[in-house]
């Protein structure tokens, strides 16, 4: 088993530029979750989905993030346009199903707005 | 809004010594989870504990949830140099987890 896979690692991008970070979930999970990490707020839940539907967005900061779930193996975090302080680390993670459930967690992309 | 706030923030102690790590919340959650994260990689799952007043045991690491289910503590007996790393709790709310502001732990050897 791969475990949770994302890409990029590492992203450093200007100022206003759209970003999109990748997420393939392990085989057979159902549910997907992207968080945000920074030193200062710590692990923030942006969103998760169940069967490729969103079922919470309440973390997404604002109108500039956007995710997608196109099938039930891929998701996709979209930041356009972006800001310096979208600078953190963005985590995926995956499960069965959402509650009660293991979350594998992916390795994370780093991302630096300049 | 449910919080779980951890103490300490940061630990720095000597190989061969015990800590003890707390998670609280004014909010009951049905099972509370306890992970650990290595620098460059993502959280990975220690424990999960379900029960009000459980313990379990992994290794030199001690979890208890609390009678209330509102706090849980993390024990290390004899801490060694790959203990190193940010200690999360994660409690269960709603379909989601919510993380713990997380405990930094660093062991010098």
């Known amino acids: 088993d791969a475990g949770v896979i994302q890409s990029p690692r590492h992203e450093v991008t200007e100022m206003g530029q759209e970003v999109t970070l990748r997420c393939k979930l392990i085989s057979g999970h159902n549910s997907l979750f992207w968080y945000r990490q920074t030193m200062m707020r710590g692990l923030e839940l942006l969103i998760y989905f169940n069967n490729n539907v969103p079922i919470d967005d309440s973390g997404m900061p604002e109108d500039r993030f956007s995710a997608k779930m196109p099938n039930a193996s891929f998701s996709t975090l979209k930041i356009q346009p972006s800001e310096p302080r979208d600078s953190a680390v963005y985590f995926c993670?995956?499960?069965?199903?959402?509650?009660?459930?293991?979350?594998?967690f992916g390795p994370g992309t780093r991302l630096t707005v300049l | 809004t449910q919080l779980l706030e951890q103490s300490p923030q940061f630990l720095s102690i000597q190989e061969g010594e015990n800590l003890t790590v707390y998670c609280n919340s004014s909010s009951v959650f049905s099972s509370l989870q306890w992970y650990r994260q290595e620098p460059g990689e993502g959280p990975v799952l220690l424990v999960t504990v379900v029960t009000g007043g459980e313990v379990k045991k992994l290794k030199r690491l001690t979890f208890q949830f609390g009678d209330a289910r509102k706090d849980s503590s993390l024990h290390i007996t004899a801490a060694q140099t790959g203990d190193t790393g940010l200690y999360l709790c994660a409690g269960e709310g709603t379909y989601k987890y919510i993380f713990g502001t997380g405990t930094r732990l660093k062991v010098l050897a």
């Open positions: 993670a995956s499960s069965f199903s959402t509650g009660g459930q293991r979350q594998y």
